[in-house]
């Protein structure tokens, strides 16, 4: 049976985030050139997922829809699902498989959990009692993707010494940055670190810095560090291989009928 890996990525009105995903896509092709995967967006590109759908449907049998996103909000929960099955109802015939998006796991961790880190070594390893974490999401109407978020930085706080690890976003609901730096100044941190908790550059992540900006002029006593968005680590990458191989495992175990996994 032909497969195709649709790859769907978010899109950004920033034209270099969706470079990005571009570049991100071939990275994958040359790690697994056996896997046929083409790359589509849910929007602000050219290739949206009615088309990228329509090829794949066109040239394969069984179509694994792997969304690259890191929280299940509204696009991972309906938008995609709902596209995926009008692509159905065009073409019967045709297997549609939808992957997990990335999710708050292990892997996500591991890539937060070592920035954090690097950001510590870029301070001089200051005590971390007194360093304050901020995870920085993107923010969303859905409480469970912004949950995904609280969850990560949670397992930060287990994982080490520092006495406040925050969530803010940059969009949609609060707490937002000032509001979180605010707060961990006035517990007496004399360090803050934020984690973006993006995958790509985009426009959130231009405002980002011009955030941490503001915040830098705001508190001149407080020493600022910031880790750079996930983009091309290593953990993404597994994350997607070990995706589709549970699909792949599945596909072979039963085959038949068409199986819809978010």
Known sequence: MRKTILLVGH????????????????????RQPDLSIELCFIEFAEVLLDDGLEWAARHAE?????????????HVKQEIPRHIAKAQGNHPGKMFVYAPHLGACESI?????????????????????TTGVILLGR????????????????????ESEHELVDIAFTGVTLPRLEQAVQRQVRL???????????????????????????????????????????????????LLDQRCGEIAKISSDDGHGRHHHS
Do not use: C
């Open 62 to 74: 069984q179509i694994i829809v792997v969304p690259l996103v890191l929280s299940a909000a509204g």
């Open 188 to 238: 007496g941190m004399t360090q803050v670190i934020v984690l973006p908790y993006y995958l790509f550059t985009g426009t959130l992540i231009e405002r980002i810095q011009r955030q941490m900006g503001h915040v830098a002029k705001q508190y001149p006593q407080i020493r600022f560090a910031h880790s750079d968005y996930f983009g091309f680590e290593p953990e993404i990458f597994e």
């Open 139 to 158: 923010g969303s109407s859905d409480r469970i993707a912004n949950g995904e978020v609280a969850k990560m930085s949670r397992w930060l706080y287990e």
């Open 109 to 129: 961790f591991s890539i937060l959990n070592r920035r954090l880190k690097q950001s510590m070594d870029n301070l001089d390893m200051p005590d971390p009692r």
């Open 11 to 30: 899109g950004s009105r920033n034209s270099a985030g969706n470079r990005e995903i571009e570049l991100f896509s071939d990275q994958w092709r040359e």
